[in-house]
Antibody
Framework: QVQLVQSGAEVKKPGSSVKVSCKAS????????ISWVRQAPGQGFEWMGG????????NYAQKFQGRLTFTADESSTSAYMELSSLTSDDTAVYYC????????????WGQGTLVTVSP | SFDLTQPPSVSVSPGQTASISCSGD??????VFWYQQKPGQSPLLVIF???KRPSGISERFSGSNSGNTATLTISKTQTMDEADYYC?????????FGGGTKLTVL
């Protein structure tokens, strides 16, 4: 059974950074790509990028190049997404997903982490 | 990157068939995925590779993709199907989502 469990809600100041964790169980960690998708309040989805935790190179959406970093900790089977230089436009629910690419799609999703950027 | 266009809303009566479209340039040439999102919940994959259903998804959900349009079809629609539905495809190495369609069952 695949489960993705994310860290709790965050409130950040503009200009700061946020780091969201995603703990993967089941045969996911190190085997599948973990991608990150965000959803601003009342809006649709925006793909941010993904990587195979620990081993794979990261693939960042061009929009986030330079302020987005994916890392992972093999011992805790956790993937991390860190976004810097936050603005109010970054207020959103952030989801980690198991990414099966063009064959399987985004077949498992975490519960989401609300990040609020406010002065 | 390309754009995926969905109607903002679709309404259907209980027991009838709902169809939700997703349009994009030459969309029929690449696989399309559909996600269901109910209020306050994470998205759920309901269709992959145009028309395949993941384990546990009702047979009432089906999909097709040809030309410039992919379609999600929900037969014998129930009130529990009321949700937002999003199509998604891959453009080179990036995932692209449609804007979403709110399905109302009334």
């Amino acid at each position: 059974q695949v489960q993705l469990v994310q860290s709790g809600a965050e409130v950040k100041k503009p200009g700061s950074s946020v780091k969201v964790s995603c703990k993967a169980s089941g045969r996911t960690f190190g085997t599948y790509v973990i991608s990150w998708v965000r959803q601003a309040p009342g809006q649709g989805f925006e793909w941010m990028g993904g990587s195979i935790p620990v081993s794979g190179p990261a693939n960042y959406a061009q929009k986030f190049q330079g302020r987005l970093t994916f890392t992972a900790d093999e011992s805790s089977t956790s993937a991390y997404m860190e976004l810097s230089s936050l603005t109010s436009d970054d207020t959103a629910v952030y989801y980690c997903t198991r990414d099966g690419g063009a064959e399987w799609g985004l077949d498992y999703w975490g519960q989401g982490t609300l990040v609020t950027v406010s002065p | 990157s390309f754009d995926l266009t969905q109607p903002p809303s679709v309404s259907v009566s209980p027991g009838q068939t709902a169809s939700i479209s997703c349009s994009g340039d030459k969309l029929g040439e690449i696989p399309v995925f559909w996600y269901q999102q109910k209020p306050g919940q994470s998205p759920l994959l309901v269709i992959f590779q145009d028309g395949k259903r993941p384990s546990g998804i009702s047979e009432r959900f089906s999909g097709s993709n040809s030309g410039n349009t992919a379609t999600l079809t929900i037969s014998k629609t129930q009130t529990m199907d009321e949700a937002d539905y999003y199509c998604q495809a891959w453009d080179t190495n990036s995932a692209v989502f449609g804007g979403g369609t709110k399905l109302t069952v009334l």
